[in-house]
């Protein structure tokens, strides 16, 4: 018999069931719909135990990665044990180590958390302020860095950014929980072509993401657009030109839509990033992060020009709105 | 006698058909606009469930499913050459992807088994 652990019970199967069958049969609640693979409702996620080969068949790379699996498709062999877990958010004490402006409108904060965050570069955590004020914000860092990097948006009126702005010094004390999201890079196919495109503030994960694959020794053509309104809204430029001249398969393009000259492009980011792609994509990887219209439109002209949805990693900065749970990169 | 589904090649066929048939539909004036505003990977999982079901594979769609799940669509005008267009569309998929004639023919005569609970008649 094979057995699942969920929400601190155990819950047997009978033989040749799947994960979803069982805890539905056991009064469970799981969502759930097609309960063939494809739809994917019945995410979850193994927090320890294996997972057959077969319930992780069409899920993404960096789903995959973190133990994700489809409980209708999850028949757990006889005799072994499973627990599962749906989101299981950590939330960890940090603490501000260092402030810096990066640029008029986007602040650099760093932190320290006392209990190790075991992310990917390029995720994003979601900070919890002592009266519960939550907004989530995506990592600039790398792992072994040991210090997180924020990238604040300071938006005019926001709560979050506003109190970091003003008050926080370093020393300050709040929460962190995740990490979440599935916009990172995941190490094979070294010599495949990546597309990394982001807005304002959606350079964070970038940053991470691409220090990430060279650290990680990609050798492919690595195509790093940072898009702004104007000049004074790109940051970390003179980094990234080092970076690219430390690296000859990094293509750093700034991009403006007015005010550009020199080396900085000016032009609609979705168009030259479009122009730059060849006849057909194959192989090549995207990662797109920022603003969601520009987000999800380039994900949906790239799908068109030949990427495969799986080697698209989004993750479109959604607004904060009142009374709404927090939601990636808000400010 | 195998199904469709397992005679193309089963998940891995239905795969790699979903992305195609997706271009194909994203790229169809007629049609793209009753799949704007939703999100892309849900969207595609349900393409690729709809394809397992018309070519036979394990899935529990129903015609009662098929109605409510296009209700809201023939509120907006969802009508009989939209739905050809997409049936045109898996055509030209499996077409594309070497399925012979014969099952092509099976799977076009599933799809257009589903025409009036897609259309709500």
Known sequence: ?????????????????????????????????????????????????????????????????????????????????????????????????????????????????????????????????????ARSYSLASLPREGRLELHVRLVPGGAMSGWFARDVRPGERMHLQGPAGDCFYV????????????????????????????????????????????????????????????????????????????????????ARILASLPKRPVGWRAFLCGNPEAVLSLRKKLFLTGFSLKDIHADAFLPSTPRAGPVAGAA | MASVYERIGGEPAMAAAV?????????????NHFFEDVDMERQAAKQKAFLTMV??????????????????????????????????????TLEELGVPAELVGQVMAVAEGARADVLNR
């Open chain 1, 1 to 133: 018999m094979a057995k699942v652990r969920h929400e601190s019970a155990w819950y047997p199967l009978e033989p040749g069931e799947t994960v979803l069958d069982g805890l539905l049969r056991q009064g469970v609640q799981v969502p759930h719909a097609c309960r063939a693979g494809a739809c994917q409702s019945c995410l979850m996620r193994a927090t320890s135990g294996a997972v057959p080969e077969a319930a992780q068949v069409g899920l993404k790379d960096t789903l995959k990665a973190r133990g994700y699996f489809l409980a209708c498709a999850c028949r757990p062999r006889e005799g072994t044990a499973l627990e599962v877990a749906g989101a299981a958010e950590l939330r960890v004490p940090a603490r501000v180590v260092d402030l810096e402006s990066l640029s008029g409108d986007v602040l650099a904060v760093r932190l320290e958390v006392e209990a190790p965050l075991d992310y990917r570069a390029g995720q994003y955590v979601t900070v919890v302020r002592a009266d519960g004020l």
């Open chain 1, 187 to 270: 190490p094979g196919q070294p010599e495949a072509p990546l597309l990394l495109a982001g807005t304002g503030t959606g350079l964070a994960p970038l940053y991470g993401i691409v220090r990430d694959a060279l650290e990680a020794g990609h050798t492919g053509p690595i195509h790093l657009f940072h898009g702004a309104l104007e000049p004074r809204g790109l940051y970390l430029v003179d980094a990234l030109r080092a970076l690219a001249s430390r690296h000859p398969n990094l293509h750093y393009r700034p991009l403006v839509l007015s005010g550009g000259g020199g080396d900085v492009e000016e032009g609609p980011l979705e």
């Open chain 2, 19 to 31: 992305e195609v048939f997706y271009r194909k539909v994203l790229g169809d004036d007629r049609i």
């Open chain 2, 55 to 92: 070519c036979g594979g394990p899935s529990n769609y129903s015609g009662k499913d098929m109605r409510a799940g296009h209700k809201h669509l023939v509120a907006r005008g969802l009508n009989a050459m939209h739905f050809d267009a997409v049936v045109g569309h898996l055509k030209e």
